[in-house]
C-alpha cells in the first residue's frame, strides 16, 4: 500500500493545481490549436467539434427533468448536453471564444438548480438506478464529460458560479455515487469504473482530494476497491478484461480518461506504466480481438455492428499515443477512424499520417493468446490466426472465466472468422441498444433466455440444460483450464482445454488445430466428452450461409414445425430439419460469402443431427433468424471430432465456382493411453493429428501405437500430412 | 425488306474479307498495342488475359468428351477452352507471339475431331439441348468466342487446317443449331441472339455469306426471324429489354458482339445506327436499372449479386465507346469494371480515365420510364427516383408485359430501394448459376414454384392464386396498362397503371407517389381491387429489415409452426405472426441499414394481417429464409392505401437513434366521381394526394369535393403538403 505517498501527493494537488487539467493543460491545447490547420484529419475533427456545438452558442439549452428511458429524448437530451459541456470545454480552449465558456456555465448552473431535486429515475429498474438517467451508469458517464467540461472552463467563471456548480451540480451526484450506492461505486466493474472515474475527475476539476481519493482507493479508502483496484482486477496481466471484446472498447474509455487526468494531476503516480503498462495492453487486446473490419468479436454480450471507430478508441488511441509512444497499428486504426482527439496525441497521429505511406489497411493481427483473472490463471481466450490481409482466417476459443454479468455459459466455445466474414458465429447479444421502442434499448428478455445459454454458442450441451445450470453465480467459480497452447509453426496451430465443472460428472475437453496444408486451411476438432453416467449431448455449429450439400438424407419440416426444446434456449429454435445417421462420416457444405465450407464430423455408432433456425418463442420478433447444425449423441463418453475445412471459390458476378467439394474423405479416432491420434484422408493424401491429452513436459516425446498408426512425436501435438510434418 | 442490297454486301464480303475481322481489324489491334504500355487500366486488362492464357502455351488442352451438367468439369473445360481460343487469338495479334496461334489451332483442331461426333448432351433436359454443353445456350456461346479466336488467328493457319476447322470445329455446331435446333435458333429470344451471333461471327470468319445471312434474316432468309428481327423485336424503342435488367445485361453481350463484328465486315448495315441507336439506349437501360452498389433491379429472374462489373459489360462499354464517342456514365462504370476491353474503345475509355478527374461515383441515375413491346405499347417498366449519391431512393414499378420465359406474375409489383438497401425486395430467382451441388446449376424448381408466383412479390394476390393462373402463355398476352406517369417535379413523382387481365373479373389499378416533404420522403400507395364478385385480397410488402414496432398487437407463432396456405408460392411460406384489425391505421416499423421504414395502412372494415418468412416446403434448403408483411382483405372492391414512409437513422458504432418514430399520424382515402383523393395528417400537417383515375388531359383541370375536403388541381395528380403544392 502506498497510501503515505498518495496522500501527500493529493495534499499538494489541492494548494497548487492550475486549470484545465483533468483533460489536457493550457499549454497542450495551445500547441494542438496551432496545429489545427496544419493536418486535415485535425481539421475535420475540430470541425466535427464546432459543428456538434456551434448551433448551441448563444441558445437556451435545455435540461428537462428526467423521465424517459433509453431513446427517449430527456435520455438523448441529457446525454447531449454531458457531450456539449465537454465539448464546448475544448473549444473555448482552442479557441479562445468566450461564448463557449458561457454555454458551458449555462448548461452546468441548470444542472446545479436540477440535481438537488432528483431522487430515482422515474424508469429506473436496475439495482443501480441513477438519478438523471435511468442507470447510475448514464450518470457516471454524465460525471465524466461534465467534470472535464467544468475544468476545462473553470478559469473563465467566477468564484459564485464555481461554487454553485461544484455543490449544486457535482455534489449531489457525487454524494450519490458514494452514498446510495455506496457499494455498486465500490464495485470491481467496468460501471465502477465509470464511477470512479467520474468522481475522481471532478475531484481533480473541484480541487477536492477527498473525491479523487475516494476515486483512486474506494469510499474505504483501503484500495480495496476504487480505480487501482480496478486496473488490478479486472484486467489479466496481458491485459485481457474479462467481460469480453465488447466491453474493453467501453470499458477502457474511462480507464484512460481518468488515468490521462491523473497523469496530468499526479504525474509522479506513473498511472501509464502502473502493472507493466497494462492499460496499453488493454487496448491492444481490444484490437486483436476484432475482425478485420473492425467489428469485435462476439465473445460474451457484444452487438455486432460495433466496431473500433467508435468514440471511445478514438479516444483512448490518442491518449494512449501521448504516453505510449507512436504505434504503427494504431495509425492504422485511427486512419479508419478518420478523426482523433484534439489532444497532443491527436495532433501527432495526425501528422504521422500525414507522413505515412503505405500504411497497411489492417491492424497487425497475429496468433495471441490472453490469460484471463487478475493473476492471469484463470483460463484464457486464444486466438490461431493464418493467412495475411483479406485473406486471414482466425479461430477465437474461450476458456475463461464467465465474464461477470456480460458472460455467456459458454466454456470451451469456438468462433471462426475467415475473409471478414463470420463463418461460424457466436449470437452475440440481443439488443437493440438506445432503440427505445425495443424494451428501452436495454438487454432485451431473450439475451439472458437465449443468446447467454449455451445452446446458443458452438460447444457441447449436456442433457439440454446450460453450462453451471444456467447460474452466474455458479459459473463465476470456475474458469477453463489450458492444456497446452502453441502457435510458433504458422502450419500447425493447436490449444486444448478443459472445463471439469460445467456440469457435474461431466469433464469436456476440446483441442482446435488450426492447420495449413498445401492449398486448404483446415480446423481439427476434437472435443472429448466424458462422464460416469449416460446423458445426451448435443455439440452445435452455428454456421452462416447457405446450405449446398449435405452427404446424408435429412427429414425437413414441411408444413409444420417445432421446436427443438422447451428451455434453456432451446425454445427459440424451430426444428428445421433432421436426420439420424449410423456409422459414416457426416459432410455438410455451406457457402459464405465467396468461400465454401464444409463441417465433416465422424459419426461412431448412432447420432442425431438437426438444422436449427432462432425465431420459434420470439413474440416481439427481437431475435435475428439464424441457423445452426446441430450433432446429437448420446452415452457415457463420447467424441466429437470434426474438420470446418475452408474450400473453393464462388463467385456470383463471374459465375465461376470451383473446389465447391470437401478435401477431406474420412476420419478415425484412435487412442493409446494419453495419446489420441485423429488419423484423416484429405485429398486422398493421409492427415494424422497426435495429441497428448494432458499435455505434458514441452520436450516430452511420446509414441503412440494403435488401430494399425504408429506416430512419434516431441510436445504436446503433431500434423503430419503426406508423411511430412506440417 | 433491304435483301437485294445485303446479298450484294455478302457477297463483296466473301470476295475480299481480309482477316481478322469478326472482332477488330489488324491495324485497330496494331493501335491498341502501342496504348497497352500507356494506361494501367489497359495495361492490367492485357495483364489479365496473359495471366488466363499463359499457363496453357506449349500445353496439350483438354477438349473432353461431354458428360456433365453446369459446374462439372466437362462444363467448366469447355467454357474455359473457348474463352482460352478468344483470349490466345487477341493476344496473338497483340503481342505477334506465334504460340499463342499455335494454341488456337491445337484447340480447335480437337474440336474439328470431336463435333462430329456429337450427339445430344447426355445431360439435356431442355427443349434446346446442346452438343458441347447441357444446352445449345452454352453451345451458342462456344461459338462466338471460337469463332472470334478463329478469325483472330486464321492467317496464320494452313488452308488444310482451315479446312479442317471449318468443316469439323463448325459446321457440325451451324449444321445443329440450324437444322435440328432451326426452331430454336429462329426464336426472337436472347438464346436466339446467342445463336445468331455465333453462325454470324462464324460467317464472317469463315467468309461464309449463307451463315451471315441466316443469321441476319433467320433460317428462311425472309427476316421474320434472326439477328435484325431480334434488334426491332427484344427491345423496345426506348430500349428495354422484355426480359428484365438482370437479363439484358447477358443479352446485350451477343448484340454488341456480333453488331460489332457487323460493323467491321459491313459498315454500310450501319447496324449500331439501327432503330434510332437502340441499341446504345439498351445498354443504358440495363445501367439505369441498378442499384447505387451496380447490382441490377431484380425484376423478373435474377441472380442479386450480379452487377455491372460482369464481363459482359466491360466488353459491351467498350464497344460501345467506339460506336457512339464518349459517355460520363459509361466513364464512371468503367471505372468500377477496373478493366477494358482491348480495343479501340477500351483504350480510348483507358485514355479518358486517366485524364478525367472527381469522376462521379456513381452512374448517372434518373427517374425514368421504359415502355416495354417492340413498339413500346405494351406497358412499362417505371423507375421514380429522389435523392442523390448515397442518399438515392428508387421506387420501380414493372406494369410491363410478362418478360417471356423468364418473367414474374409481378404485374403492378414495385420495389423500393433506399442508401444503396433493398427496403422492399422482389425475392428475384431461386438459383445457385454454376454451383452443381444446387440442381447442376440451372434455376431450382422453387424457381417456377415460389420465385415466379406472385405471392413473392409485391402486389395484390387474389385468392391465393396467382396472375394469369401462373401460366406463362396467358401472361404473355397481357401488358399493364398505363394510366399517367409523371417525374417532371422531383418533389412529386407520380405513375398510375392499370392490369384489368391478371385475374377474371378482377381490376387492378395502383398509383404510386414518390413524394419528398420537408425533412422526410415517403411513398403513397393506393391500390385499387375491383371485382363484381367477392374475392380474398392478400397485398405482401417483401420488406427487408428487423421487425421494430407495429401498432397493432399480434399472435406469433411460438411453439408450432403452420403454412400460409398450401400452393401457388403459399407453401413455402411459414405464417410466423398474424393479428386481426379492425378501422385503424395499421403501422409496422422495420430497421434496414442504418434507417427506420415505417408501413403505414389504412384498415377499414377489418383486415387479417400476418408475418411469414420463406422455407416451408423446401426439403433442399434451396430457398433464402426472407420475411415479408401482409394484409389480407376480403370484399368485392377494395382499396389498399399504404404509405412508406423513409425516417430517422441508427447508428450501431455510435449508438445513436433519432426519428425512430413514423410521421404518418392518420390517413382517409376519399372519392369523388373519378378522382380519389388520400388525405394524410403528417408530422402534425395535411397531406392531400389527388389521384386522376383515368389520368385524363394533361392540362385538365379537375375539382374535388367529399368528406370535407375541397381540392382543385390541373393534370391527372397533385400533392399538397401543409397547404402548399409539392
Known sequence: ?????????????????????????????????????????????????KQSVDPYLGKDIDVPFPKDPAGGYTHERHKSNYMLVFQAGLLYNLTGDARYAQLV??????????????????????????????????????????????????????AADRKTIETGAFKPEVDFFTGQLEGWFNLIHNHGVWACAGVGIVGIATDNPAYVKMALYGTKGDGRSGFLAQIDQLFSPDGYYTEGPYYVR????????????LNNAQPGLRIFEHRNQVLRKALHSGLQQ???????????????????????LVSAISIAWKAYGRDTGLLTVASKQNRVGLTEGGAAIAAALSTTKNLSPYYPYTSIRYSDGAKGDEGAVTYLRAGKGKNLTTLGFKYASHGLSHGHF????????????????DYGSARFVNIEQKWGGRYLPEN????????????????????????????????????????????????LARQKNAYKGVELARGLYLLQLPGRRLVVDIFHVQSGDAHQYDLPFQYNGQLIHTSFPYKA?????????RKNGYQFLWKEAEAHVRDT???????????????????????????????????????????????????????????????????????????????????????????????????????????????????????????????SWSGPFTAVYDGKHL
Chains 1, 2 share one sequence.
Open 448 to 495: 439472458n433466455a437465449y443468446a447467454t445459454q449455451t445452446i446458443a454458442h458452438n460447444t457441447v450441451v449436456v442433457d439440454e440444460q446450460s453450462q453451471f445450470g444456467g447460474e452466474e453465480a455458479a459459473a463465476s467459480k470456475w474458469s477453463g483450464e489450458e492444456v497446452f497452447c502453441r502457435f510458433d509453426n504458422p502450419a500447425a496451430q493447436a490449444v
Open 557 to 565: 419440416s414441411t408444413t409444420t414445425m417445432q421446436t427443438l426444446g
Open 250 to 261: 467501453y470499458a477502457l474509455l474511462p480507464f484512460y480518461l481518468f488515468a490521462n487526468a
Open 585 to 711: 462420416l457426416a459432410q455438410f457444405t455451406f457457402l459464405n460469402g465467396g468461400t465454401y465450407y464444409t463441417i465433416s464430423s465422424l459419426v461412431e455408432d448412432s447420432a442425431q443431427l438437426f438444422f436449427t433456425r432462432t425465431g420459434a418463442n420470439d413474440p416481439n420478433f427481437n431475435l435475428r433468424r439464424e441457423p445452426s447444425y446441430i450433432i446429437r449423441k448420446s452415452g457415457r463418453n463420447r467424441d466429437f471430432i470434426s474438420v470446418v475445412e475452408i474450400h473453393g471459390s464462388y463467385n456470383a458476378v463471374t459465375e465461376s465456382s470451383s473446389g465447391a467439394v470437401p478435401g477431406v474423405q474420412s476420419i478415425r479416432l484412435l487412442r493409446d493411453g494419453g495419446l489420441t491420434v485423429a488419423q484423416l484422408r484429405v485429398d486422398g493424401k493421409e492427415l494424422l493429428v497426435g495429441q497428448c491429452d494432458e499435455g505434458g513436459m514441452p520436450a516430452a516425446t511420446h509414441s503412440f501405437n494403435a488401430g494399425g498408426v504408429s506416430l
Open 290 to 312: 476484432t475482425n478485420t473490419d473492425g467489428t469485435f468479436f462476439p465473445f460474451n454480450d457484444d452487438i455486432k455492428d460495433k466496431d473500433f471507430t467508435s468514440n471511445e
Open 410 to 425: 459458454d466454456e470451451l466455445n469456438f468462433i471462426l472468422f475467415d475473409k471478414g466474414n463470420e463463418v461460424l458465429q
Open 105 to 158: 456555465r449555462g448548461i452546468l448552473l441548470k444542472y446545479a438548480a436540477l440535481n438537488p431535486t432528483l431522487k430515482n429515475h422515474p424508469q429506473a429498474t436496475s439495482s443501480s438506478p441513477g438519478h438523471i438517467f435511468w442507470q447510475a451508469l448514464n450518470d457516471a458517464n454524465w460525471l465524466v464529460y461534465c467534470g472535464m467540461g467544468y475544468d476545462l472552463v473553470q478559469p473563465a467563471l467566477s
Open 1 to 49: 500500500m502506498r497510501l503515505p505517498t498518495i496522500a501527500l501527493l493529493l495534499c499538494s494537488l489541492a494548494c497548487t493545481a492550475q486549470h484545465p487539467l483533468a483533460f489536457a493543460k493550457k499549454s497542450e491545447l495551445q500547441a494542438v490549436s496551432r496545429q489545427i490547420a496544419r493536418y486535415p484529419i485535425l481539421q475535420n475533427s475540430f470541425n466535427d467539434f
